[in-house]
């Protein structure tokens, strides 16, 4: 079982519509992640979460410690905001990565 | 401007050859760390470094050497390419684990091997 699990893997959503991407992670943390990549682009960070929650725009990240688990909403999307979305947590050494979600908004 | 600068940006090789993929990053971070993506594969970890003279190994390192003579510079090398090393190729830099710690990429290296 990976340490880190995003769901799902593939999202289609047409123009507007709130999308929901969730993160589990099994081992103990000290920070995640939000980062996004664009098709043949580089990786950019969202958002750094350690606890609560986090708004940039239409982006909200929240995360809970307890349950070891974390999402990211998208409001109003857009055709611009189809990429792939990757959740990383900080561990004791290294950052470990989740699949990813592939999304795609359609106009 | 700060970040994390990766070179180069493309290259192709025979196999074989060997080459040293460079990362450099001017925040002081004391972690820095190289992952390979392909596709459907997410990205995978190769060598990490927690700090200046330290080296560990990831998921994949075979065929993969790292250094860490500075806190700048984190090279990577391939001694003798493969073409299963193609892929697409990103450093990273972050600071001290703990609640402020951020994370920075470089903007990846496609290598193609032949």
């Known amino acids: 079982k990976n340490e880190v699990e995003q769901s799902p893997q593939n999202l289609t959503a047409q123009e507007g519509e709130f999308i929901t991407i969730n993160c589990s992670y099994s081992?103990?943390?000290?920070?995640l992640h939000w980062l996004q990549q664009h098709p043949g682009g580089g990786i950019v960070s969202l958002f750094m979460l350690s606890s609560g929650k986090k708004k940039h725009g239409r982006l909200i990240a929240t995360i809970n410690i307890q349950e070891k688990h974390s999402s990211l909403h998208i409001t109003a999307s857009h055709p611009r905001d189809s990429a792939v979305y990757i959740c990383?947590?900080?561990?004791?050494?290294?950052?470990?990565f989740g699949q990813g979600t592939r999304l795609t908004i359609n106009p | 401007n700060a970040g994390v600068t990766q070179t180069p940006k493309f290259r192709v090789l025979k196999t074989g050859q060997s080459m040293t993929l460079l990362c450099a990053q001017d925040?002081?971070?004391?972690?820095m760390y190289w992952y390979r993506q392909d596709p459907g594969m997410g990205l995978r970890l190769i060598h990490y470094s927690v700090g200046e003279g330290t080296t560990a190994k990831g998921e994949v390192p075979d065929g993969y050497n790292v250094s860490r003579s500075t806190t700048e510079d984190f090279p990577l090398r391939l001694l003798s390419a493969a073409p299963s090393q193609t892929s697409v190729y990103f450093c990273?830099?972050?600071?001290?684990?703990?609640?402020?710690?951020?994370?920075?990429f470089g903007q990846g290296t496609r290598l193609t091997v032949v």
């Open positions: 081992v103990g943390i000290s920070a």
């Open positions: 990383a947590v900080q561990g004791a050494q290294k950052l470990v």
């Open positions: 925040m002081n971070h004391e972690y």
């Open positions: 990273a830099s972050s600071s001290f684990g703990g609640r402020n710690t951020e994370a920075f």
